[in-house]
């Protein structure tokens, strides 16, 4: 596959589950080395580039008793400035403060991270990638596991960030995604784009391998292109 | 009823309730690592193969050197355990809960069998009783230096190291993508853990090392909502448990290591139990 990401976009990625969406996340933040092909980030390989990138992790995969505030989750972005040092500088609380404040979560910094709302709980990793002060944010499924109220709230959230830092943000929910993003592609496998914010039923049905039915919303823009019915 | 002054001027006394103390302080770092990290049973694991080394350190005297002191044993098993048990490539490839029951029971077993081949009348060898549920009577000042340094290096390594320690405990892939050493740094905190290990085997026996190393962390983490918090009342927790214990031993003439395990067990249930009623106390008062 061959894909470019520019900055300022917002880029989403959908593709069912096992189709390489995980694996390609992991890969650009150089967890994983591709078997074949490169990476670069800014021009830089994965292992240096991603110095520029914040990654908000799926948070279901953390332990529901680990005893730790949202203030001291939040510090753990600036690890990659602070270096070995043992302690962290006034200057990595202010950034900490800042991006509490951003994420409108100032109040809640010395609650324990599990006394929170999956929603706010996202919020408080979007806050941890920001402090970071990427120029790029990678988000894993940022809306699972919240309602939809709190999925609006997040995605205006994005929206915002977007005007300076660039988005990739992956998701099997194609309902919500397109609304919001600049770019879409799917991926199962092999990747499939418009290069623009339109979904085809061609491009879903080569990702998911199956016919998918496609309702077209309008609001609040119209993603998919006026299309045939009953083909 | 209790004449703990007049105990409190008797050498061994002095030296048991140092041990205890000098123990907890080790746990409630350690233990909490252990809790958090879900490696209580790998903890387990290290203490029962450190049974193969002391069967091996009496063996190794047997043979004729008798500077194999079966502390020093035991840490090398122990040490050697926990290498094996951190490595990435032997937790990718197998089951972790399989390679310790194996490596759990192969140390007994090699303890038993070493053991059992020593001559007895040439080499002073402690009971297995004495073994596997301590004997802390028989603490040394020696034993007390070794603990004391153990303390220090641990406390050393987490002033040093607790940020980065914190940040992989609780989400290993971010501290990776932070820069983190995740593998040394894993490591490290298994070492630690080997070494406190063997302090315990002094005081609660290979058996009940798993108590004094999760319980009082387990109770703390009830009650807290910092990792570093956690550690403290860990510590102050294990303390007076352990010391209690041990005076509760001497005034009821029962085995300490035991009596200090079954005080710390009394004490998480009565915590779960507080914990319970607290929480069902507030929601019912939320909900008038």
Not at chain 1, 109 to 138: C, H, M, W, Y
Not at chain 2, 66 to 88: H, K, Q, R, V
Not at chain 2, 91 to 107: H, M
Not at chain 2, 255 to 279: C, E, N, Q, R
Request: with cysteine; charged share 15%; aromatic share 8%.
């Amino acid at each position: 596959m061959d894909l470019e990401i520019h900055h300022g976009e917002f880029f989403g990625l959908i593709g069912p589950n096992g189709g390489g969406k995980s694996t390609l996340l992991k890969t650009i933040l150089g967890l994983i080395d591709p078997t074949r092909g490169n990476i670069k980030i800014y021009g830089e390989e994965p292992s240096k580039g991603r110095k520029y990138i914040g990654y908000v992790p799926q948070y279901s995969t953390f332990d529901k008793d680990f005893p730790i505030t949202v203030k001291n989750v939040v510090m753990m972005g600036r690890r990659g400035k602070k270096g070995l040092k043992p302690w962290y500088s006034k200057k990595d609380m202010e950034a900490v403060k800042d991006s509490l404040s951003k994420v409108e979560m100032t109040d809640y910094s010395d609650r324990n991270i599990n006394a929170l709302s999956g929603g706010q709980k996202q919020r408080v990793f979007l806050a941890r990638a920001l402090v970071t002060e990427p120029r790029l944010l990678l988000l894993d499924e940022p809306t699972a596991s919240v309602d939809t109220h709190v999925e609006e709230s997040i995605y205006k959230l994005l929206s915002e960030l977007n005007q300076e830092i660039t988005m990739v943000l992956v998701t099997h929910d194609i309902g919500i995604i397109s609304s919001h993003v600049s770019t879409v592609a799917c991926l199962n496998r092999h990747l499939f784009t418009n290069n623009d914010t339109t979904i085809s039923a061609e491009m879903l049905e080569n990702a998911y391998q199956c016919p998918v039915d496609l309702i077209a919303h309008g609001v609040p823009h119209r993603v998919l292109p006026p299309h045939e019915h009953g083909t | 009823m209790f004449d703990f002054i007049d105990y409190l001027g008797v050498p061994f006394v002095q030296r048991m309730l140092m041990a205890g103390i000098l123990a907890s302080l080790a746990c409630g770092v350690i233990g909490t690592l252990v809790v958090v990290r879900r490696n209580v049973f790998v903890a387990g694991g290290i203490a029962h193969t450190s049974f193969g080394g002391i069967g091996f350190a009496y063996y190794m005297q047997h043979l004729g050197w008798a500077w194999f002191d079966p502390m020093i044993g035991a840490l090398i098993f122990a040490i050697g355990a926990a290498m094996f048990l951190g490595s990435e490539k032997i937790k990718e490839r197998y089951r972790q809960d399989s390679t310790i029951g194996a490596l759990w029971v192969i140390g007994m077993a090699l303890g038993v069998l070493l053991i059992n081949l020593v001559d007895k009348n040439k080499i002073q060898v402690l009971s297995f009783e004495s073994i596997l549920f301590g004997n802390i009577l028989l603490t040394s000042s020696f034993d007390l230096i070794i603990m004391g340094s153990i303390l220090i290096i641990i406390y050393i390594f987490i002033l040093l190291f607790f940020k980065d320690t914190e940040m992989l405990s609780f989400d290993e892939e971010f501290a990776k993508i932070s820069g983190i050493k995740v593998g040394l740094l894993n490591t490290g905190i298994l070492i630690l853990t080997a070494l406190t290990v063997t302090i315990l085997i002094k005081i609660v026996g290979v058996v009940l090392i798993l108590a004094m190393l999760t319980i009082p962390a387990a109770v703390s983490n009830l009650f807290t909502k910092r990792l570093s918090m956690m550690m403290a009342l860990a510590s102050v927790i294990g303390v007076i448990l352990a010391t209690s214990g041990n005076l509760l031993s001497i005034e009821l003439d029962t085995p300490p290591g035991a009596t200090i395990v079954i005080l710390m067990g009394l004490a998480y249930s009565f915590s779960l139990l507080g914990k319970w009623i607290y929480i069902k106390v507030r929601s019912l008062r939320q909900g008038t």
